[in-house]
């Protein structure tokens, strides 16, 4: 089985130096490695000084490298999908002949999460190694399976049998039952590929999200946010890594209330992710640019540490059965009680966080079912079902 890691963090925090220090080291470990950029703005070339093409390709030994070029994916990789798309959006009385997919924020990076998909299930890779964008970006990309996800059912009779994969208490124990992949309409191809795309996101023995920050007071509030944010989409995340930390070293300099600045922010994030692996980074005299400067990473934070176990230390969302009837647990850290919105909405429960809603479709053996009750608890939204 592969593995998957996510890094995300705020602009310019070290995202794309930290996923390719693991990615270094997993090859040097003698994994078959790929390091892959969702960016836009990708910079993998720039940091290993090399060329690299639409297609993986090798940087080093067990190490291949490739930067996501959505359009070229779209095209070259996913037509019949795209035809869905696209036959979906105009069936939704757009005049066909204006649709142009990239109308539609995240329908693009959405191919880049699909060919990730594809290449994971190749079996070509041990280790599958993604630098994402700012965190903004990284939120609107994994919350958009789901949510394309959503828009399918409601628009398209893909039959009671989908709905019922999406519904968390049987997400791990269903068999997708729909007619044979030749049978298959674009639509339910596309539907089909979005659900595994999702159960492969947030299957915690897969795939886990690191978060990367820097010990500064608005880095730290925005880890935070994107923290909850991935827990309230379920996704796991099971490392954060400080980086840029100034070395004690530097005496009475200009840095010294830097260093105590950093030191109460570090002390903060250990408080807050007490439950979570923390690596430290180290500020480094040079910037990382090249194998040299990334080795200095590996060396110095990843070498005999075990970053790529899975640490199961939080649990996500999930259902209990109590005497009343159900209750659903959704891992919510660091919101107050004033800033969630919960309600149901036909036969799904919306919990709105934000700018930030997510529509989690209720199980079927909770349909008979109504909410009574939801509180918030030591960062946890706990939902009871009552019948
Ligand atoms: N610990 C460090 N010491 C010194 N330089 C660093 C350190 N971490 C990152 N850098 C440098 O800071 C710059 C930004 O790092 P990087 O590109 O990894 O961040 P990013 O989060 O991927 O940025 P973006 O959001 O723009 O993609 C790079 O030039 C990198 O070499
Ligand atoms: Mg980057």
């Known amino acids: 089985m592969g593995r998957i890691l996510i890094f995300t963090g705020k602009g310019g925090v070290g995202k794309s130096s930290l996923s390719a220090a693991h990615a270094r080291s997993s090859a040097l470990e003698g994994k078959k490695t790929l390091l892959v950029s969702t960016d836009m703005a990708h910079n993998l070339g720039d940091i290993f000084s090399v060329q690299l093409g639409k297609e993986a390709k090798e940087i080093a030994p067990n190490l291949d490298a490739l930067e996501i070029d959505p359009a070229y994916v779209m095209e ?52 599958i190694i993604i630098d994402c964008a700012p965190t903004g970006e990284t939120l609107a990309l994994l919350k958009f399976p789901e949510l394309f996800s959503w828009y399918i059912e409601k628009l398209f009779p893909i039959g009671r049998v989908v709905v019922k994969v999406l519904a968390p208490i049987s997400k791990r124990a269903f068999k997708l039952e729909l007619p044979g992949k030749k049978a298959m309409n674009d ?21 886990s999200v690191r978060l990367v920050t820097i010990p500064e007071k608005m880095v730290v509030e925005e880890t935070k946010r994107n923290y909850m944010y991935m827990n309230l989409y379920d996704y796991h995340v099971d490392g954060v890594y400080i980086n840029r930390i100034l070395p004690q070293e530097v005496e009475k300099t200009f840095f010294d209330e830097w260093i105590q600045i950093q030191a109460k922010y570090i002390k903060e994030l250990e408080e807050t992710f007490s439950n979570l692996p923390i690596y430290r980074v180290p500020w480094f005299d040079t910037d990382l640019n ?18 790529f176990a899975i640490h199961d230390s939080i649990a996500g969302e999930r259902y209990e059965e109590n005497d009343r009837g159900y209750v659903m647990y959704v891992t919510l850290p660091f919101v107050g009680k004033e800033d969630v919105d919960m309600h149901m909405s036909g036969t799904d429960i919306i919990i709105k966080i934000g700018n930030f809603k997510r529509n989690i479709p209720i199980p079927n053996i909770l349909r008979e079912y109504s909410v009574v009750e939801a509180k918030l608890n030591n960062g946890e939204l706990k939902i009871q079902f009552e019948n």
Do not use: C, W
């Open 76 to 127: 070259h990789d996913f037509q019949d999908m795209m035809r869905a798309i696209i036959n979906m959006i105009s069936s939704e009385r757009i005049n066909a002949s204006d649709v142009d997919v990239k109308l539609f924020p995240g329908v693009e990076e959405l191919f880049s999460l699909l060919k990730i998909l594809d290449i994971y299930e190749s079996g070509m890779y041990e280790r």
């Open 187 to 207: 639509i339910e191809r596309l539907y089909y590929r979005l659900f595994e795309l999702q159960q492969l996101l947030k299957d915690r023995e897969t795939t």
């Open 290 to 307: 090249g194998v040299e400067g990334i080795d200095r990473i590996v060396k110095a934070v990843l070498d005999g540490q075990d970053v």
